[in-house]
C-alpha cells in the first residue's frame, strides 16, 4: 500500500489531493478568481494560495482519513506554471517533508494530467491532446517518453479563451471558460475567424488580435452578439484542435484519444472529438472537472507511478522551474 499526498499550485487554482493505489481519497481544491476584464497576476495568486494552502492540507488528511504518519511520499508540481505560486507550493511541500520526515517529488504538471487522465478513464495508450490555460500540446507515449507531436506556437488555447473573456468583460467565475462555453449555445451566427494550423502546430494569437479589432466593431454595429463571437470562438478553435489530434492519430495508428487540462471539461470540445474518433473507429475518453481542470491528486498519481519506479527529489534539486517540457522526463514507470 502506497499512499502519496499532492501539491499543486501551478496557476490561479489550489490543490491538495492524497492517492492510495490508484483510488482518490481527497481532493479539495480553491480557485484564485478575479473581476471580469481582469487576469491573474502571478503575485496576488500566490498570495491567494499561501492564505489558503494549509486548511486546504488539513482537509484533505481529514476527507482522506489519515494522518501524515500515513503518507510514503510528498509530491509537488516542480513545473511549469508561473513562478510566484509554484515557489509558494514547493515551500510548503518541502516544509512537511522534513518535518514528517518524508521522501519528496518534484512532479512534471503536464505529466500530472496525462497520468490523472489514464487512471481516471483507463485508457491505455491514448494520443493525449493537453488543453489549458497555460498549454496546448498533443502528445503520444513512445520509449519511455512523452512526445510532443503538435503543440501551440505563440498562447495557449485557454489563454485565448481567457483573454477574449476579458475583452467582453465575461465573468471569470467559476472559470471564463465555462462562461464562454454557456454563452455560445445561444450562438446563431457563425463569425469567420483566422483558422491557422501549421502541419501540427496551431497558433491563437491572431484569433485575438482579430476579436479585440475587428469583432469588437462587430459587435458595436449589431453585426453580430457575443454569443455568435463565443460560438465562433469555440467552433475554430476546437475545429483546430481536433485536426492537429487526428493527425497525431494517423500517425501513430492510435485507436483511443485522452483530452486532459482544463480546456478538457469544455462538452463542446468532447463532442467534436468523439465525431473524430467515430469517423476513425477510435474511442475517445475525457474527464469531468474533479479531474481535468489542475488539481492535488493529479500531482499525487503521477508521484504515485514515479515512486514505485524509484524516482526521488532530494532537497537540493527541488526548486521550481517555470519552462519544464513534458518531453523532458524519462518515464521509467511504463514499458
Ligand atoms: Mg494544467
Redesign the pocket.
Known sequence: MLTVLGF?G??N?IGVGVVRDGVVLANPRRTYVTPPGTGFLPGDTARHHRAVILDLLQEALTEAGITSQDIDCVAFTKGP?MGAPLVSVAIVARTVAQLWNKPLLGVN??I??IEMGRLITGATSPTVL?V????TQVIAYSEHRYRIFGETIDIAVGNCLDRFARVLKISNDPSPGYNIEQMAKRGKKLVELPYTVKGMDVSFSGILSFIEDAAQRMLASGECTPEDLCFSLQETVFAMLVEITERAMAHCGSQEALI???VGCNIRLQEMMETMCQERGARLFATDERFC??NGA?IAQAGWEMFRAGHRTPLSDSGVTQRYRTDEVEVTWRD
Open positions: 499543486e501551478s496557476a487554482k506554471g504538471h503536464c500530472g494530467h493537453y489549458s490555460g497555460g498549454n486532459v487540462g482544463g481542470i489542475d493529479m
